[in-house]
């Protein structure tokens, strides 16, 4: 944090059940150089990272499908989501985290990843940063079913399909989770499958 125009004057915790929910109290100095006090909610749930897993032989790639309550809160009808491979860093630094969760959720221990950027997804009321990758996986890398882990409530349904059906899934809005399109359209731009 180093914006002279920006000066935090209190941080109030309004919410810290699982993740924080802080209301900041600032002054931020105008373009013609006057002070106005503000005030924004910032919503902490730490960093994340997510991974689209492809095959160029094959020309497919591995999502994933699970229920996502605060989409279920606002139109979408029953809640499942279909996502690229993604989680909390947690603990972990972003490739430790991804090889992890790449394993839990699709079954698929990565040899190589491959870092694409970082983003903020709502920068106006999320801190999250996302780290993106990608990765070739093969049938050779498979130790597991995926799924998730039971201990934290996951239930998630791993899909295999072709890259092509994918970029369409996203013109009909059956894909319409944005990390999971960044990544699509990423590997559609710099032509990573057919
Ligand atoms: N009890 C409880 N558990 C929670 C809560 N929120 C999350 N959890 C637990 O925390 C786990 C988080 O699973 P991860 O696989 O690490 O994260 P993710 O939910 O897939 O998040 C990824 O996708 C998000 C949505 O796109 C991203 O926001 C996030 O950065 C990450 O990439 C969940 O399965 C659940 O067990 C909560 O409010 N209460
Ligand atoms: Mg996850």
């Keep these: 944090m180093n914006n002279p125009k920006v000066k935090i004057k209190k941080i109030t915790n309004l919410s810290n059940d699982w993740y924080t929910l802080d209301k900041v109290n600032f002054d931020y100095q105008l373009k013609d150089g006057t002070w106005q006090n503000q005030n924004r909610e910032s919503y902490d749930r730490g960093d994340g990272a997510c991974i689209l897993l ?17 989409s279920y809160l606002n139109g979408n009808d029953d809640g499942m989501s279909i996502e690229v491979c993604a989680g909390l860093l947690d603990e972990d630094d972003p490739i430790t985290c991804i090889k992890k969760e790449a394993e839990e959720e699709t079954g698929y221990l990565l040899d190589k990843v ?7 997804s709502t920068p106006g009321a999320v801190t999250e940063k996302i780290y993106y990758f990608v990765g070739e996986y093969n049938e050779d890398m498979k130790v597991n079913d995926g799924g998730g882990l039971a201990s934290e409530t996951e239930e998630i349904e791993v899909l295999e399909m072709p890259f092509k059906n994918a970029l369409e899934m996203i013109k009909t809005g059956e894909i319409n989770d944005a990390k999971t399109v960044i990544l699509l359209q990423h590997a559609a731009i710099e032509k990573l499958l057919d």
């Design 54 to 70: 492809f095959n160029s032989k094959k020309g497919t790639v591995i999502l994933t499908k699970q229920f996502r309550m605060p």
């Design 114 to 120: 491959k870092k694409v950027f970082v983003i903020y």
